[in-house]
């Protein structure tokens, strides 16, 4: 069944590239106690991911965060490297986490992973967003399809914070 406004997300732990290096990061650690913005794309450098979904949480970052936000994590179906080399391409290094859930366990987890495998990328998230309070789901905006970032693009959550 997939998560749900109400529900509490499942613990996992991701990897995140730091200027020291690999980090790992529990949702216990990014989400207890905290008010978090989460969002999720099918890959990084993907044309969507990289062209709308990702720049609109950057640019919008100072207003998420005036709007009593913690944080800010993108998560994506790619390892750290990847993710890292996103983080630095992109600008983003040190504003937002740039989580990697390499192997889709916490996608598949909240059960919204996605077979892109037409496509010749795998098993990959579907892209959604989500306000994230104390580990509880707040709000959660899933797109239709992975081609789309309006529903889960930085636009919505502001207004829905």
């Given at each position: ?5 109400g ?12 200027a020291?290096?690999?980090?790992e ?17 099918p ?12 720049p ?23 390892d750290?490297h ?23 366990s916490?996608a ?22 989500m ?9 959660l ?21």
């Amino acid at each position: 069944m997939t998560i749900a406004i109400g529900d509490k997300l499942p613990a996992a732990t991701f990897k995140e590239k730091t200027a020291d290096g690999p980090v790992e990061i529990s949702t216990e650690q990014l989400f207890a106690g905290k008010r978090v913005v989460l969002f999720a794309v099918p890959g990084a450098f993907t044309p969507t991911c990289s062209l709308n979904h990702l720049p609109g949480y950057l640019e919008n970052r100072d207003a998420i965060l005036a709007k009593g936000v913690d944080d800010i994590a993108v998560i994506a179906v790619n390892d750290w490297h990847v993710m890292g080399a996103w983080a630095q391409s992109s600008g983003g290094m040190g504003k937002i986490h740039f989580l990697a859930d390499w192997d889709a366990s916490f996608a598949k987890a909240l059960s919204l992973d996605i077979d892109l495998s037409a496509g010749g990328l795998g098993v990959r998230s579907k892209r959604y967003s989500m306000l994230v309070e104390d580990g509880v789901v707040k709000t959660l905006n899933i797109e239709e399809s992975p081609g789309q970032a309006t529903v889960s693009g930085a636009a919505a959550m502001i207004e829905q914070l």
